[in-house]
Nanobody, 121 residues
Framework: QVQLVESGGGLVQAGGSLRLSCAASGRALSIYASSWFRQAPGKEREFVAGIRWSGDSKIAADSVKGRFTISRDNAKNTVYLQMNSLKPEDTAVYYC??????????????WGQGTQVTVSS
């Protein structure tokens, strides 16, 4: 089992920045890929960014490319999402996810509890 705990959400004005953290515990070394998803009110959950725990592979959704950066600290079993130039449409609950079965970014088998990000205009 893998446990994921997110932190770093909050309220920020448009144009501001936030950094989300996702700490993995349990069988963290079994993780192949970690991702961030988000879900806004009334909308489906969407993929935001993903990173593999070995090598340099990472991707981001077009909607956040150039503004959000995903990174990891293997020693701390932690994944980060640096969010810059935030927009009101980035308001959502952000979820950390992990895949311990394959290298896929979008088919995780573990989820965190979510952290709220609210961007005011």
């Amino acid at each position: 089992q893998v446990q994921l705990v997110e932190s770093g959400g909050g309220l920020v004005q448009a144009g501001g920045s936030l950094r989300l953290s996702c700490a993995a515990s349990g069988r963290a070394l079994s993780i192949y890929a970690s991702s961030w998803f988000r879900q806004a009110p009334g909308k489906e959950r969407e993929f935001v960014a993903g990173i593999r725990w070995s090598g340099d592979s990472k991707i981001a959704a077009d909607s956040v490319k150039g503004r959000f950066t995903i990174s990891r600290d293997n020693a701390k079993n932690t994944v980060y999402l640096q969010m810059n130039s935030l927009k009101p449409e980035d308001t959502a609950v952000y979820y950390c996810a992990a895949n311990s079965r394959t290298l896929s970014y979008t088919s995780p088998d573990y989820w965190g509890q979510g952290t709220q990000v609210t961007v005011s205009s």
